[in-house]
């Protein structure tokens, strides 16, 4: 079964930045549509970003756009999220995850009941 590990969480001061990684295994990773996903206690999951197989299209939360930005390297079976102006209300653990199908809209892109694998998650708490 395809396997996701998170790296990169960590803690940093409001305005700092940081790069999360996630690599996978187990699949083929160049075809998945790849995501990004956050919850902070006592919150719902929440949506940040997912890509298509090449990269050529990214969706981000509204929250996260031009602060937030994701990539993905397919020869090295790994997508990057670089996130930047960290907040506060940016502490969570995040998760990376794919899903089999190709990237539709924004609408499924960004619901986490369209993807297949998770990985653990990656704890990011960002200081004030």
């Known amino acids: 079964q395809v396997q996701l590990v998170e790296s990169g969480g960590g803690l940093v001061q409001a305005g700092g930045s940081l790069r999360l990684s996630c690599a996978a295994s187990?699949?083929?990773?160049?075809?998945?549509?790849m995501g990004w996903f956050r919850q902070a206690p006592g919150k719902e999951r929440e949506f940040v970003a997912a890509?298509?197989?090449?990269?050529?299209?990214?969706y981000y939360a509204d929250s996260m756009k031009g602060r937030f930005t994701m990539s993905r390297d397919n020869a090295k079976n790994t997508v990057y999220l670089q996130m930047n102006g960290l907040k506060p209300e940016d502490t969570a653990v995040y998760y990376c995850?794919?899903?089999?199908?190709?990237?539709?809209?924004?609408?499924?892109?960004?619901?986490?009941?369209?993807?297949?694998?998770w990985g653990q998650g990656t704890q990011v708490t960002v200081s004030s």
């Open positions: 995850a794919a899903d089999r199908l190709p990237l539709g809209g924004a609408t499924m892109a960004s619901d986490p009941n369209e993807y297949d694998y």
């Open positions: 187990g699949g083929t990773f160049s075809s998945y549509t």
């Open positions: 890509t298509s197989w090449n990269g050529g299209r990214v």
